[in-house]
């Protein structure tokens, strides 16, 4: 037991954690920066030296509304329900579908929020597949959060994944019908703390570097139209650290809703990125072993490395970037208020023609989503439909 403890800890010798500054006219959130300071190359640096950053106001008070109440409506839509449910043209599907099973809960009756609601709940994620919706396809294309992505990746040709929604509901003082009536503690609706890695270190770091998987799009569903959880992992196949594109990775969530100490969240080991390749190579024959072929990796709650984590506070409107290669996941929420987030990931393209399946499939969805003329000449090329010219 000893031996194991002492081998735990020797993976963290070498690691400084740095102090992670709180913002100085707030002190509940931590410290953000402008759009200018991406520009300047000011909060390049603090990236660069803690391995996130925050920078705040990228959406509007207009923006941060209409995303919020496009968590709701997401919810209430039941379009989180998996394939066998929601696709009307199959035939298997079709002996269950209807309208009244297909919806969600409503947003105004938390009551009605525990015999209904989606997949991945531990996680605080609203249920498996990505999110088409229109306004998840227009924070995607937002220029603000493209300036931002590229100014840290140094290239303006782009691709976004397309990824899911966060909703923590709120744990306290839960107003269960939503008239004022009913105050109920709701604990059970605490979601899991974790901290994992959305990349395989000992894959990333191996002595000898194995070519990139391909990746199936449609895998394993009826229809190119439906589930697609692959699109939430794309980014997460990444192979080798020396392969093309891999040299910096980053992963990103837009915030929504002020997001407190108290009310659950992102947390994250600041400066780890300094100090995975280190880590990987102690922990290949230990921890390594098991998780080989995974690029979704959690970090059992027994590590020591959970003391090092840093819950990452910030207000609404905030876009949180940070380094693929940070220990990173979420606390539970312990307030009255919900949490509330889009999860994001850019990449440099690509060479032409790698997309042709993913196209098909995201050219469907954005039309479904009825985003229309909103689509920009770059969300085209960001969402894949149009390659970058040479
Ligand atoms: O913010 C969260 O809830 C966790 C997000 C996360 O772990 C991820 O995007 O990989």
Sequence with gaps: MLTIKYKRTMAYKGYNRPNVPRDPTNEEFVLSFTLDEVESGSAGSFFEEFGFVVIRDVLSKEEIEASVDDVWSYLESGAWRNTMFSNKSNPVANKFWSE?????????????WDACWPNMENEGILGAPPVFTKQAFLN???????????KLLNTNKLIVNIDRYGLFRPTINVDLFGDGTVFKNKPMWETDPNLHLDVNPWEYYAEVAEPPKSIDYARAFPSKLSHLPTFCEEHNATGHSSAPGNQIRLQALLNFIDNREQDG?????????????????????????YKRFGSFNVLPSSDPIHQYAERITMPAGSLLVWDIR????????????PRMAQFLKYFPAPPKGTFKQRKEIVEAKLEQSGIGDDLTATGRKLFGLEDYDD
């Excluded at 992102?266 to 390594?288: C, I, M, N, S, Y």
Aim: cysteine-free.
């Design 100 to 112: 009244d099973n297909r919806k969600g809960p409503d947003r105004n009756i938390p009551h009605q």
């Design 140 to 150: 995607r294309q937002n220029p603000n959060v493209i300036k931002v992505f590229t």
């Design 265 to 289: 969240g992102f947390q994250l080991v600041p400066g780890f990125h300094k100090h995975l390749e280190q880590w990987a190579h102690r922990t290949r024959d230990t921890l390594g072993k």
């Design 326 to 337: 940070l220990p990173h996941g979420s606390k539970p929420n312990h307030s009255d208020r």
